[in-house]
């Protein structure tokens, strides 16, 4: 089995910050991508950050600048720090991984999600 789990979230004020935190654990051979996606209220859901095994990172152009992906190869943990935050970036945010099991099955995993909302 393999699990994902979030933490991190919570309310926040605007110009505020968060660091997000995604832990892999169970029956993992080896990681090859982990990502956060985010769905606000009424939206789809859509990429905020992503990062590979190699640490090459790509992100969604309303995040650039404020964001930081980075990830923990020997803790198959991943951070997603979150500055200047705005309304804007009110979701839940869920985390995923590209992974293989001990078992050889490559798919892709979800956490549950954690809620950031940005009010003053």
């Known amino acids: 089995q393999v699990q994902l789990v979030e933490s991190g979230g919570g309310l926040v004020q605007p110009g505020g910050s968060l660091r997000l935190s995604c832990a892999a654990s169970g029956s993992i051979f080896s990681i090859y991508a982990m990502g956060w996606y985010r769905r606000a209220p009424g939206k789809q859901r859509e990429l905020v950050a992503r990062?590979?095994?190699?640490?090459?990172?790509n992100y969604a152009d309303s995040v650039k600048g404020r964001f930081t992906i980075s990830r923990d190869n020997a803790k198959n943990t991943m951070y997603l720090q979150m500055n200047s935050l705005k309304p804007e970036d009110t979701a839940v945010y869920y985390c995923?991984?590209?992974?293989?099991?001990?078992?050889?099955?490559?798919?892709?995993?979800w956490g549950q999600g954690t809620q950031v909302t940005v009010s003053s």
């Open positions: 990062i590979t095994n190699g640490r090459s990172t």
């Open positions: 995923n991984a590209d992974l293989t099991t001990d078992w050889g099955s490559r798919s892709n995993y």
